[in-house]
């Protein structure tokens, strides 16, 4: 299978564990370290379409940057969550993996079974 990309934060143990599971599957992923490389607007934007879910859930909150950023997911628009994903990468779940036009988080790591 090809195609495969894997957004990574290889400090996490959740990503680690997604991307051992695409490699037991004898896949060579592409591995996209999104804290050091961010989605574009646009990336972040198919990857939510593709994961059918809404931009605020797809932050995280209970990162320092969240709290210190004083979000409100009430009120917040998408393209603001967005922007501030960018910005703050550390706001994104994780792992996201996409393949053959879905994706999923990797949390639990058996979720990119559907997918693969």
Not at 67 to 85: G, H, P, R, V, Y
């Amino acid at each position: 299978m090809s195609n495969v990309t894997i957004y990574h934060n290889p400090r996490c143990s959740k990503s680690r564990q997604t991307l051992q599971r695409i490699e037991d599957k004898n896949i060579t992923p592409e591995i996209i370290r999104y804290l050091e490389t961010p989605p574009s607007k646009a990336e972040l934007k198919k990857i939510l379409k593709l994961l059918g879910i809404s931009a605020k859930e797809l932050v995280r909150t209970g990162e320092a940057e969240y709290k210190a950023l004083a979000i409100d997911l009430e009120t917040a628009t998408e393209d603001q969550l967005i922007t501030a994903m960018i910005k703050h990468p550390k706001l994104i779940q994780r792992p996201i993996v996409t393949a053959n036009g879905k994706a999923v988080l990797g949390r639990p790591p058996e979720n990119v079974d559907e997918i693969l």
